[in-house]
Nanobody, 127 residues
Framework: QVQLVESGGGSVQAGGSLRLSCAAS????????MGWFRQAPGKEREFVAA????????YYADSVKGRFTISRDNAKNTVALQMNSLKPEDTAVYYC????????????????????WGQGTQVTVSS
């Protein structure tokens, strides 16, 4: 069992930065692939970024590549999403998620592969 608690959401002007953090409980945290997803009003929840257990294999949606960075600190049971050069289209509720088993890079991008979810945190980017 993994419980995820998110923090760091808020409002920022276009071009600014935010850092989201997700604190996880559970002794098996190191075994999970961690991901970030987002959902804008009226849109489907979409993949943002994911990071494998070793912390070296990372994957990003094309829309955020080069602007967002996912990282994890297994010693602290946390995963973070550093968001730079934010755009109004980044406005959404952001969710962290944990997956016990990921078999392919493609499956990392599917929300159906994730077993646990945070409550979501609002990110609003104004122009």
């Amino acid at each position: 069992q993994v419980q995820l608690v998110e923090s760091g959401g808020g409002s920022v002007q276009a071009g600014g930065s935010l850092r989201l953090s997700c604190a996880a409980s559970g002794r098996t945290f190191n075994s999970y692939t961690m991901g970030w997803f987002r959902q804008a009003p009226g849109k489907e929840r979409e993949f943002v970024a994911a990071i494998r257990r070793n912390g070296f294999l990372t994957y990003y949606a094309d829309s955020v590549k080069g602007r967002f960075t996912i990282s994890r600190d297994n010693a602290k049971n946390t995963v973070a999403l550093q968001m730079n050069s934010l755009k109004p289209e980044d406005t959404a509720v952001y969710y962290c998620a944990a997956a016990a088993k990921i078999t392919t890079a493609q499956s990392m991008r599917s929300l159906n592969e994730y077993d646990y979810w945070g409550q979501g945190t609002q990110v609003t980017v104004s122009s």
